[in-house]
Structures are given as C-alpha cells and as structure tokens.
C-alpha cells in the first residue's frame, strides 16, 4: 500500500487487492472498476471470483456502495457486504461485455439490494 490517507487512496492500491466478506472469508479480487464519466463516481467495481489459479474466474459487476473500505494501520481490508450465496448465485459476464449501461447496471444494484445512485439525487 503505497499512500493511504484518511479518507483517499490511490486507485493502484484497490485493484487487484484481496476482497472478503464480514466473515474475513475471501471473495475474490478487484480485478478493476468503472468509472461514471457523467457523475464523476465509481459505478461499480469488477470482482473476480471463483477458479483455480487465476484460471475459470467469474467477474461480477458490484456496486462500489456494497463495499467498505476498512484501515488498520498499515493493513487495508476491503469487505464487500454481501452474503457469499447472493454471490455464487449472482450472474457473471465477460470482459468483452463491459462496461454495462445504466439499464443492466441498475439491475445489478436491485440484485445485490441497492438502489442506483444516479436515482437516489446523492
């Protein structure tokens, strides 16, 4: 972790960092994340989950809502608040279908029980 500051951090520093649950069991990785050029936020964050080795991942499309970003001195631990089963069941998709729009990414937040931030006016 290269800089780290109460309330910022560098993007290099979440991708590809290890994701658990609240039961500090492990969930995958951030493999990146999209950026919502209209709304200057991350619309959400691409997890990579499941596989062997790297090899057989699914990526899923999560809202970065559902994640905390939690510090402990020099340690950085990103929880996503989902339940693991709501993961296992949710739908993956490929590189190749990314970035989703406003449409399929707004049933993504209702999947994982969050409403789009671009409907809520924050």
Do not use: C
Not at 1 to 22: I, Q
């Amino acid at each position: 972790m290269s800089a780290v500051r109460e309330h910022f951090m560098l993007s290099s520093d979440v991708k590809g960092h290890k994701v658990v649950n609240k039961n500090a069991e492990d969930l995958g990785k951030i493999d990146d994340y999209m950026l919502d050029l209209e709304n200057g936020r991350i619309a959400y964050a691409v997890l990579s989950f499941g596989g062997f080795l790297g090899m057989g991942d699914k990526l899923f499309a999560i809202p970065w809502s559902a994640f905390t970003v939690q510090l402990f001195e020099t340690d950085l631990r990103i929880v996503l608040n989902v339940d693991k089963e709501i993961l296992k069941k949710a739908q993956g998709f490929d590189k190749s279908q990314l970035p989703l729009g406003y449409t399929d990414l707004s049933s993504v937040y209702h999947y994982y029980g969050y409403k789009p931030y671009w409907q809520t006016g924050d």
